[in-house]
């Protein structure tokens, strides 16, 4: 409809959070309906201004957080109707029911809903146990549907077999000790970011947090402050305390994050705190309620007055980070300077950057930063091949011929079947007129995976620099068949008619490249 703008994507980004909030108080003025009407006000407030939800509304990706919390709140809000209402049969609940569908849709770690619907039902609706029960048990059923489709779909219901050190920093951890102290050393971090939301980060992969040890007072002090929150939280069930029900929410839906449990493809993610900054926020403002701070409005009005400015001042500022690829990876390359990822992606954008560029003087100039940034990298993790495979086509455009070769070595040492090292290995052998261990590589690349088009496309290359046209001819075909708009390829099918006395074909090959060049296609 509206093609690849990202502008309408942020659009529906800031709708939906709005729409998120506006929800969210409507919820919480229902279940705190026996408190003072600034309780659910403060919580909400508190909730829209945090800073920690800056990626989660700034980034396209962030909508499956949004979607899925709004659908969590809209779940609870029907399913409090329902029991609220007595002349209205099951038409909440099948709402409910539905919304609940709605949410795991949006994202898989809506199933927690099944700790949170009983847990809100006990400590805020004051039901009794078979009553919660009862009412606990469709929403089993609908998850069960989803974990059935999801299974059927993706074929596993975690985050499949392997994970990788860039992926999880866990991973490097040499034992199950150093794992877990390293995985509470990173809850006190969450923790700290919902108390102090600041500095925000887009990355916090391998190595930025190292690996620890119990040795580590952070990790302890971690740990026991789990504990206490826990242990309090239990004991606050007993009188169905609100801010229990907050603390118990927040563990709840943290839980699938914590590394604890299962492991995730992401060492610290501040978008993860999404909707368990929720239950912080109720858990925040009850407590301080509690302590009959609420029966002096000036002092709660202070108190809102001095950190949701504050917050949304941090809000603002961090928006500005997030503009665009470049703003983002470049201000935050200084607070991630032990971070892998951080600089191959700042790399990646300078040499993008420099494929676009027109100016040979400042082409230059960007590969040269990009080598850099690839470079610390690898200085980081020595072993991470995408960086290697990157660094090796930056040398290619800084026509480094051995460093690329070297590069591309590399990668296959520590991935063998990276198709992209194999077919570019290939094609420096090509460029070397070795045109048989060039056919090596490409064969290699291409029994990994048949349909990869470059390779196709390279295999026909070195076939027509052999003269062997007519099988030049089948393996430009099939890359045309896997590749469409590859002007590249076309402009050599037409050189290869050319030499097989073809004009007119080769006119239209030709033809068909210039076309694709003057609309932007590669």
Not at 52 to 58: D, I, L, Q, R
Not at 266 to 294: D, K, N, W
Not at 356 to 369: C, W
Request: hydrophobic share 45%; proline share 3%.
């Amino acid at each position: 409809i509206y093609g690849n703008n990202p502008h309408i994507n942020h659009f529906f980004n800031v709708l939906a959070y709005a729409v998120c909030c506006a929800l969210l108080f409507l919820l919480l003025h229902r279940l705190f309906i026996r408190h003072a009407p600034a309780i659910p006000f403060c919580i909400a407030l508190l909730f829209t201004a945090h800073p920690v939800h800056t990626e989660v509304v700034a980034s396209v990706k962030g909508l499956d957080e949004i979607l899925a919390l709004l659908f969590t709140v809209l779940t609870l809000h029907l399913l409090l109707v329902h029991c609220s209402s007595k002349n209205t049969g099951y038409r909440f609940l099948f709402l409910s029911l539905l919304s609940c569908w709605f949410c795991l849709l949006a994202k898989e770690s809506g199933v927690t809903m099944l700790g949170v619907i009983p847990l809100m039902l006990y400590t805020c609706c004051s039901l009794s146990l078979r009553r919660v029960t009862m009412l606990t048990l469709p929403f089993c059923a609908v998850v069960l549907a989803y974990m059935a489709l999801r299974f059927s779909i993706v074929g596993h219901l975690g985050f499949g077999p392997h994970l990788d050190i860039i992926d999880n920093t866990l991973m490097a951890a040499k034992n199950n000790a150093d794992r877990l102290a390293t995985a509470f050393l990173i809850l006190g971090k969450y923790l700290r970011l919902l108390f102090i939301p600041f500095p925000l980060q887009w990355d916090y992969s391998y190595n930025q947090i190292p690996i620890t040890t119990w040795a580590d007072p952070k990790a302890i002090i971690s740990l026991i402050t789990y504990l206490a929150l826990g242990a309090f939280a239990i004991i606050g069930m007993r009188k169905r305390s609100p801010a229990a029900f907050g603390i118990l929410f927040f563990l709840l839906t943290f839980s699938l994050s914590t590394n604890l449990f299962i492991k995730i493809q992401v060492t610290l993610g501040e978008r993860l705190l999404f909707t368990p900054s929720l239950g912080f926020c109720i858990a925040a403002v009850m407590l301080y309620s509690q302590h009959g701070l609420l029966r002096r409005p000036a002092i709660l009005a202070v108190t809102m007055a001095a950190i949701v400015p504050l917050y949304a001042l941090i809000t603002i500022n961090r928006n500005s980070d997030w503009k665009n690829n470049y703003t983002l990876f470049s201000r935050d390359s200084a607070k991630n300077q032990n971070s892998a990822r951080a600089h191959f992606c700042l790399a990646n954008e300078f040499r993008e950057a420099g494929e676009a560029e027109k100016n040979s003087a400042i082409q230059s100039m960007l590969f040269f930063r990009a080598a850099g940034e690839y470079h610390q990298s690898i200085a980081i993790y020595p072993h991470y091949s995408d960086a290697w495979c990157n660094l090796g086509v930056t040398c290619h455009n800084l026509n480094q011929k051995e460093k690329e070769f070297d590069a591309y070595q590399k990668v296959i040492a520590y991935q063998p079947e990276n198709i992209d090292a194999l077919n570019n290995i290939g094609t420096v052998y090509c460029e070397r007129g070795d045109y048989e261990r060039a056919v090596t590589y490409y064969r290699k690349a291409l029994e990994i995976k048949s349909d990869y088009a470059s390779a196709c496309a390279n295999m026909g290359y070195v076939q027509f620099r052999l003269q062997k046209y007519h099988d030049a001819l089948s393996w430009y075909e099939k890359a045309l068949r896997l590749n469409p708009k590859d002007k590249t390829t076309y402009a050599n099918k037409g050189e290869l008619y050319k030499a097989m006395k073809d004009t007119v074909r080769a006119g239209q090959c030709f033809a068909i490249a210039h076309l694709l060049d003057s609309t932007g296609q590669r």
